[in-house]
C-alpha cells in the first residue's frame, strides 16, 4: 500500500472518530439538559445554570482524561506564536471601533449578576465544547493521520462551518465569518499548541456577539444598541489576512521542527526537550 493510501486511510479513521466523539459529547448533552432540572430548582435561571456547569466540567474532564492521545504535538515556529497576538486582539478591537450607542440606563438595571454569571457559563459551555471536538480532537487525529497543517486547519474550518448547518451558508457575509473565524481558531490552535487559548478567543467571539445580536445562550440584556460598522465583517477581513501569513510562517517552521507525520497514531509524546506537554 503506497504512503498517500494509507495517510488518507488513516484520515478517513480520523474523521470518524472524531465524528463519534462529537455524537457521544452531544448526546450526554442532550441527556442532561433534558433532565426535569426546573423541577429541582425553582429559579429559571438556576434551572439552566447547574446543567451548564455539569457539562463544563464533563467536558474538561474529558480534555484531561485524552489529552495524551489528542494533544498537539507538532511546532511551529516561535515567530508564529508571537504573531498570534495581533489575531486575539482584532476582533476586540474591531469591536471597540465599531460601537455606536450603548443600552440605555433602564436597559443596564435590568442586567442582575445571576443573569450575567449564567450567560457567561453558557457561552463558555459552547466554547469548550466546540474546540474540544473541532480543535482538541479532530485537529489532533487529523495531524497523527499525516495530514500537513494546512490540509488540517482547511478541513477543519470546513467541517465547523457544515456542523453549524444553514446559519453558516445564509449568505456571503455569513460564510466569510464562520469560514474565517474557524480557519483562524484552527491556526491559533496550530500555532499556540494551548487549548485553552482558542477557549479563550472562542469565548470571547461569542460573548461579543450577544452583545449585539440575539443569541440562545445570553439569558440576560444585551449591552449594544447600535453600531457604526459590522465589526465581525472587519475582523474577517483582518483574520483571513493574518491566517494567511500564520500558515505561511507555521510552513516555514517544519524544517526544525519534528513533522506531524512522524508522530505515531497513539500515546503521550515528549516534545525535543523531553517534556511532555498537553494542550
Given at each position: 500500500?503506497?504512503?498517500?493510501?494509507?495517510?488518507?486511510?488513516?484520515?478517513?479513521f480520523a474523521?470518524?472518530?472524531?465524528?463519534?466523539?462529537?455524537?457521544?459529547l452531544?448526546?450526554?448533552?442532550?441527556?442532561?439538559?433534558?433532565?426535569?432540572?426546573?423541577t429541582w430548582?425553582?429559579?429559571?435561571?438556576?434551572?439552566?445554570?447547574?446543567?451548564?456547569?455539569?457539562?463544563?466540567a464533563v467536558?474538561?474532564f474529558?480534555?484531561?482524561?485524552?489529552?495524551?492521545?489528542?494533544?498537539l504535538?507538532?511546532?511551529p515556529?516561535?515567530?508564529?506564536?508571537?504573531?498570534v497576538?495581533?489575531t486575539l486582539?482584532?476582533?476586540?478591537?474591531?469591536?471597540?471601533?465599531?460601537?455606536?450607542?450603548?443600552?440605555?440606563?433602564?436597559?443596564?438595571?435590568?442586567?442582575?449578576?445571576?443573569?450575567v454569571a449564567?450567560?457567561?457559563?453558557?457561552?463558555?459551555?459552547?466554547?469548550?465544547?466546540?474546540?474540544?471536538?473541532?480543535?482538541?480532537?479532530?485537529?489532533?487525529?487529523?495531524?497523527?493521520?499525516?495530514?500537513?497543517p494546512l490540509v488540517?486547519?482547511l478541513?477543519?474550518?470546513?467541517?465547523?462551518?457544515?456542523?453549524?448547518?444553514?446559519?453558516?451558508?445564509?449568505?456571503?457575509?455569513?460564510m466569510?465569518w464562520?469560514?474565517?473565524?474557524?480557519?483562524?481558531?484552527?491556526?491559533v490552535?496550530?500555532a499556540?499548541?494551548?487549548?485553552?487559548?482558542?477557549?479563550?478567543?472562542h469565548?470571547?467571539i461569542?460573548?461579543?456577539?450577544?452583545q449585539?445580536?440575539p443569541?440562545?445562550?445570553w439569558?440576560?440584556?444585551?449591552?449594544?444598541?447600535?453600531?457604526?460598522?459590522?465589526?465581525?465583517?472587519?475582523?474577517?477581513?483582518?483574520?483571513?489576512?493574518l491566517?494567511?501569513l500564520?500558515l505561511w510562517?507555521?510552513?516555514?517552521?517544519?524544517a526544525?521542527?519534528?513533522?506531524?507525520?512522524?508522530?505515531?497514531?497513539?500515546?503521550?509524546?515528549?516534545?525535543?526537550?523531553?517534556e511532555?506537554?498537553?494542550?
Amino acid at each position: 500500500m503506497s504512503q498517500q493510501l494509507k495517510t488518507l486511510t488513516r484520515t478517513a479513521f480520523a474523521l470518524v472518530e472524531a465524528f463519534a466523539i462529537n455524537f457521544i459529547l452531544l448526546f450526554l448533552g442532550f441527556q442532561l439538559f433534558a433532565a426535569p432540572w426546573r423541577t429541582w430548582i425553582d429559579d429559571a435561571l438556576g434551572a439552566r445554570l447547574a446543567p451548564s456547569v455539569i457539562a463544563v466540567a464533563v467536558t474538561w474532564f474529558f480534555i484531561l482524561l485524552t489529552r495524551g492521545r489528542y494533544g498537539l504535538t507538532f511546532m511551529p515556529a516561535a515567530t508564529a506564536r508571537r504573531m498570534v497576538v495581533a489575531t486575539l486582539l482584532l476582533p476586540l478591537v474591531c469591536f471597540a471601533l465599531s460601537l455606536d450607542v450603548l443600552a440605555n440606563e433602564e436597559t443596564l438595571s435590568l442586567i442582575t449578576p445571576f443573569g450575567v454569571a449564567t450567560s457567561l457559563v453558557a457561552v463558555l459551555l459552547i466554547a469548550l465544547l466546540e474546540e474540544a471536538v473541532h480543535r482538541f480532537v479532530l485537529m489532533g487525529l487529523l495531524l497523527r493521520a499525516g495530514a500537513g497543517p494546512l490540509v488540517t486547519v482547511l478541513l477543519q474550518a470546513l467541517i465547523f462551518m457544515l456542523a453549524h448547518g444553514r446559519v453558516a451558508f445564509t449568505g456571503p457575509h455569513a460564510m466569510t465569518w464562520y469560514f474565517s473565524a474557524s480557519l483562524t481558531l484552527g491556526v491559533v490552535y496550530l500555532a499556540t499548541r494551548r487549548l485553552w487559548v482558542v477557549v479563550l478567543l472562542h469565548f470571547a467571539i461569542d460573548l461579543l456577539v450577544a452583545q449585539t445580536s440575539p443569541s440562545a445562550y445570553w439569558s440576560t440584556h444585551r449591552t449594544v444598541e447600535s453600531l457604526r460598522f459590522p465589526w465581525t465583517d472587519a475582523t474577517a477581513t483582518g483574520w483571513l489576512a493574518l491566517d494567511a501569513l500564520l500558515l505561511w510562517r507555521i510552513a516555514a517552521g517544519r524544517a526544525t521542527r519534528p513533522a506531524a507525520s512522524t508522530i505515531a497514531p497513539h500515546g503521550r509524546h515528549p516534545r525535543p526537550d523531553g517534556e511532555l506537554r498537553g494542550p
